[in-house]
């Protein structure tokens, strides 16, 4: 951003269109024969080159189909239930995100279970509103309410002749969105000039079409997924006239863990191996809905009422120096409106410690500084707070939005983790009574391998790549 600054008289912005340097011969990507890499390779220039991460778009076309049916009648009907996730969208069908520096021929980024990171950081900052404008046309992303499933991109083709599915020889929805990795949202530009990142390389694998495309109808008639047209589009800024230099570029970048609970009182830990961590997120899903078409496996699920929750280092409490708790167990249905209406909600915030935490995690910075999210308490639309540990889990009933988070740095250089053994101790409740009139509903996370939760862990670090004549350094 400095260099494009300080040679406003010599910048010129240019938008480079790429096609998948591995395309197929009809540039249809279809993962039903098996795991699909896509690969965009951009290249170096001798004079600066300044790339926008946080303006590229990755556009295509995504079509749901159905193998039952027969050859030439594979068309999804518009009155059964087949979804995606709503947070995600598009973005579902991502298995994991690798941006690698050419010059260096390494990888400065690589995001497993990247349908895991994106519905935390769409639903924790961006808002209502937001989704059905903005990310609507983006990543095909709609409120997670059904009364939405009118506008869902599984089956929906908009043409002359309305919003219908898409037929044989037809294609489904067009999409442009960005790409949520640290490097490209770390308020820098990249320099793919031969003197500092050589170029780039961004490779995308897709998920199979049983993770993506859920539903009692979707399992039951093999839905499946295909894109095409597939093109990532690159705003550039070329610097005339300015020597290459020394200098440096700071990022950010996620790394993900994986873990699972099966107690109500678990202990989550692990040695990371970064040494300047920013925040921390973490999100779960019920273990046995990964592989499922029945289910949403990008929901973020309740982890079980949450009663309490220590962040520590080494054992000792860090950051806050106590714990977090809440009064979800005591108010289980005294604060709904109506606690014999099964889908009546919360009219106050029994967690909002943990809430405010979650937030700021994910913004990078204080609580006052966010100005949308759809974490709610009391609306559906959004994805609600405080429900049971599967709610929403089939796709016609209103999601949740659960999840945790902790803000370790905003400004300095972030926690140390390289030596350092991170964990949480997290106490869930055994029943759940915020969203049923008929009694309570059990978790069952005590010792029943079929309703473990699957633990995603996603740490944002602080990253430095130090570049001149002589060399390339990189410090984590």
Known sequence: MDMRQNNLSNITKRYLQLHPINATSGGLYSPRNGLVLIKFDISSSEAPLLLDGSSLRLSGNFTARQVNGGPGNN????????????????NMAIENVTISSKRLNQNLERINQYYRLCPSVVSGTRGFKEMETELSAQGLQHNTNALSRAGLCCYNQFSTVGAIPAGQGQRGQAFSMPLYAGIFNSGQDIDLSSAAMGGCTIEILLRASTNVI???NAAANQAYYELNNLMLTCPVYEVGGAPQQNGQFNFNSWSSMFQTINSSNSVLSLTPGLSRVTSCLIN????????NQLFNSSRLGSLGEVQQLRWSANGALLPLQYRLQTVNQQNNDVAKVNANNPVSFQVHNLNSDIVRNYLEGIKTDRYNKISGTNLAYNNWSGGAINRFLNAGRTGDRPQSSDGLAILYDSYGSGQNFSQRVWSIQLEGSATNQLNTGAGAVPNNIDGTAATAQAVSVFFLSKNTIMFGGTGIDVQR
């Open 214 to 216: 859920f539903g009692a």
């Open 284 to 291: 779960s899903v019920t273990a046995t809905d990964l592989g």
């Open 75 to 90: 068309q999804i009907a518009n009155n059964e239930l087949n979804y995606v996730d709503g947070f995600c969208g598009v």
